[in-house]
């Protein structure tokens, strides 16, 4: 029957699908170098000519040859685009990638044409032209602090680095580190972390089985545990990754849990890295904005964040590192001294124009017009969020972050992404890209302009509702 013709072509379409996905990072490791013999016949002479192609004696790292996949969110945008050459008059809507899609706000852009302006002028170039300070502007990280710590911390400006946002810091901070740390995240988590610690050297293999690198310990993240995991599997990690809210399932860590959070790295002697790049979307008042708000976090935590989900700066690169004066290494020496020595070698600073595009966010004007940004985002997941949940399915996150995370009851969730694009040409992310423990779900963004939410919604309404 049709029906059964159908579901073996999607079963089969999932399974090349995986396949690709995992194919992409295949690679043999200590190969000698192959030779490839070239003729041509070249029109002067006509007489012809072999020429001798080898490889270098440079051996590939071995770190990046443990990577099990290209990172998700490019693959997940190749299978996106071979989907549109098969079925060029289908309309795709993306739930996928966290990329927001609304206009930056007037006043914001009216700060960076100013900039931009301004460095057309000798008085404007001299003042923000050239290289800039690699922590960033003065002006911009006293606005930082006054903006989102100093009504609820302690943190100062000087413990501030601007950079050109968080995705590029946990690399850095990577480096910072060295290899051959113990690592430990949470399940599912931003792949970012996982992936910058392979290619460090963190991890010593993958086990197919669990899917799952050796030396890194998942900390599992589920609806049991209120989506804050048991911290015991981390007592011997030397840096832990924690997002709040989280991505991809939305969940914001309660005061309670961040306490908790803080005594085990303090008891432990770890660092946590504590990403923050969703937190304007927090509108619980027992869900802290920054770690900072945690007595002792100073002793233990470095803090990321970014303009990239708060002002549509995904593009424009700009965000911001906060590493405490009061956190030390295992021999008293300073995280921070490192890190400024870091970002002064490997960091010329970012975007003046970025950097004005800051400032005009932190005026009055610029935050009025990021909470109502952020207010639209926020609609469009409570949109998502109703949808599913008449549907029949059991949901989390959405009220506190952009994310909607979906129950798809135990099913593959790549299987899950290739059944919603087949038949509703709309593209969400498998759960199981963020980690083993998200398979059975799927993250659906908030990122999208109001049209395209609500067609989304009747499509999936239509294909899905149980």
Same mark, same amino acid.
């Given at each position: 029957?049709?029906?059964?013709?159908?579901?073996?072509?999607?079963?089969?379409?999932?399974?090349?699908?995986?396949?690709?996905?995992?194919?992409?990072?295949?690679?043999?490791?200590?190969?000698?170098?192959?030779?490839?013999?070239?003729?041509?016949?070249?029109?002067?002479?006509?007489?012809?000519?072999?020429?001798?192609?080898?490889?270098?004696?440079?051996?590939?790292?071995?770190?990046?040859?443990?990577?099990?996949?290209?990172?998700?969110?490019?693959?997940?945008?190749?299978?996106?685009?071979?989907?549109?050459?098969?079925?060029?008059?289908?309309?795709?809507?993306?739930?996928?990638?966290?990329? =927001?899609?609304?206009?930056?706000?007037?006043?914001?852009?009216?700060?960076?044409?100013?900039?931009?302006?301004?460095?057309?002028?000798?008085?404007?170039?001299?003042?923000?032209?050239?290289?800039?300070?690699?922590?960033?502007?003065?002006?911009?990280?006293?606005?930082?602090?006054?903006?989102?710590?100093?009504?609820?911390?302690?943190?100062?400006?000087?413990?501030?680095?601007?950079?050109?946002?968080?995705?590029?810091?946990?690399?850095?901070?990577?480096?910072?580190?060295?290899?051959?740390?113990?690592?430990?995240?949470?399940?599912?988590?931003?792949?970012?972390?996982?992936?910058?610690?392979?290619?460090?050297?963190?991890?010593?293999?993958?086990?197919?089985?669990?899917?799952?690198?050796?030396?890194?310990?998942?900390?599992?993240?589920?609806?049991?545990?209120?989506?804050?995991?048991?911290?015991?599997?981390?007592?011997?990690?030397?840096?832990?990754?924690?997002?709040?809210?989280?991505?991809?399932?939305?969940?914001?860590?309660?005061?309670?849990?961040?306490?908790?959070?803080?005594?085990?790295?303090?008891?432990?002697?770890?660092?946590?890295?504590?990403?923050?790049?969703?937190?304007?979307?927090?509108?619980?008042?027992?869900?802290?904005?920054?770690?900072?708000?945690?007595?002792?976090?100073?002793?233990?935590?470095?803090?990321?964040?970014?303009?990239?989900?708060?002002?549509?700066?995904?593009?424009?690169?700009?965000?911001?590192?906060?590493?405490?004066?009061?956190?030390?290494?295992?021999?008293?020496?300073?995280?921070?001294?490192?890190?400024?020595?870091?970002?002064?070698?490997?960091?010329?600073?970012?975007?003046?124009?970025?950097?004005?595009?800051?400032?005009?966010?932190?005026?009055?004007?610029?935050?009025?017009?990021?909470?109502?940004?952020?207010?639209?985002?926020?609609?469009?997941?409570?949109?998502?969020?109703?949808?599913?949940?008449?549907?029949?399915? =059991?949901?989390?996150?959405?009220?506190?972050?952009?994310?909607?995370?979906?129950?798809?009851?135990?099913?593959?969730?790549?299987?899950?992404?290739?059944?919603?694009?087949?038949?509703?040409?709309?593209?969400?992310?498998?759960?199981?890209?963020?980690?083993?423990?998200?398979?059975?779900?799927?993250?659906?963004?908030?990122?999208?302009?109001?049209?395209?939410?609500?067609?989304?919604?009747?499509?999936?309404?239509?294909?899905?509702?149980?």
């Amino acid at each position: 029957s049709w029906r059964t013709w159908y579901g073996l072509r999607l079963r089969t379409t999932a399974s090349f699908v995986r396949t690709m996905f995992a194919m992409s990072a295949s690679s043999f490791v200590g190969a000698r170098p192959a030779l490839a013999r070239r003729t041509t016949a070249p029109a002067s002479s006509g007489r012809r000519t072999s020429v001798i192609v080898a490889a270098t004696k440079v051996a590939r790292n071995p770190n990046m040859a443990k990577l099990q996949a290209g990172y998700l969110f490019p693959e997940i945008n190749r299978i996106k685009n071979a989907h549109l050459a098969a079925n060029p008059d289908a309309k795709i809507i993306s739930l996928g990638i966290g990329d =927001t899609t609304e206009p930056i706000p007037a006043p914001i852009v009216a700060g960076m044409v100013d900039s931009a302006s301004g460095l057309g002028t000798l008085e404007g170039y001299g003042q923000f032209g050239g290289y800039g300070a690699e922590a960033g502007q003065g002006r911009l990280r006293e606005k930082l602090i006054e903006r989102f710590y100093k009504a609820t911390t302690s943190i100062v400006a000087d413990e501030l680095f601007v950079s050109d946002g968080s995705k590029c810091d946990i690399s850095r901070l990577q480096m910072m580190f060295g290899g051959g740390r113990n690592i430990a995240v949470q399940d599912p988590s931003y792949p970012a972390y996982v992936d910058s610690s392979v290619m460090t050297g963190q991890t010593n293999g993958f086990d197919d089985a669990t899917k799952q690198y050796g030396n890194i310990a998942y900390l599992a993240c589920n609806a049991e545990n209120s989506f804050f995991p048991d911290l015991a599997p981390a007592k011997k990690s030397d840096i832990i990754f924690f997002c709040s809210p989280n991505n991809p399932t939305g969940a914001a860590a309660t005061r309670a849990q961040l306490e908790e959070l803080v005594a085990h790295a303090k008891e432990t002697g770890s660092i946590v890295v504590y990403d923050a790049a969703y937190s304007i979307y927090i509108s619980d008042p027992d869900c802290p904005r920054t770690i900072y708000e945690i007595e002792g976090a100073d002793e233990c935590c470095i803090e990321t964040c970014s303009f990239s989900k708060y002002a549509g700066f995904t593009g424009l690169r700009l965000g911001w590192t906060v590493v405490p004066d009061k956190l030390k290494f295992a021999d008293g020496s300073s995280v921070r001294a490192d890190w400024s020595r870091l970002m002064s070698t490997s960091f010329n600073g970012a975007s003046n124009v970025a950097q004005a595009g800051g400032m005009a966010c932190l005026s009055d004007e610029g935050m009025a017009a990021m909470t109502d940004l952020v207010a639209f985002y926020k609609e469009n997941a409570a949109i998502l969020k109703k949808t599913f949940e008449e549907m029949g399915y =059991t949901t989390y996150g959405g009220t506190d972050a952009p994310y909607v995370w979906v129950s798809f009851d135990g099913r593959d969730s790549w299987e899950v992404f290739t059944e919603i694009l087949q038949k509703c040409d709309i593209v969400v992310t498998p759960g199981s890209g963020f980690g083993p423990a998200g398979d059975g779900f799927i993250r659906a963004s908030a990122f999208g302009h109001r049209d395209n939410i609500l067609e989304a919604a009747e499509r999936l309404k239509k294909a899905f509702t149980k």
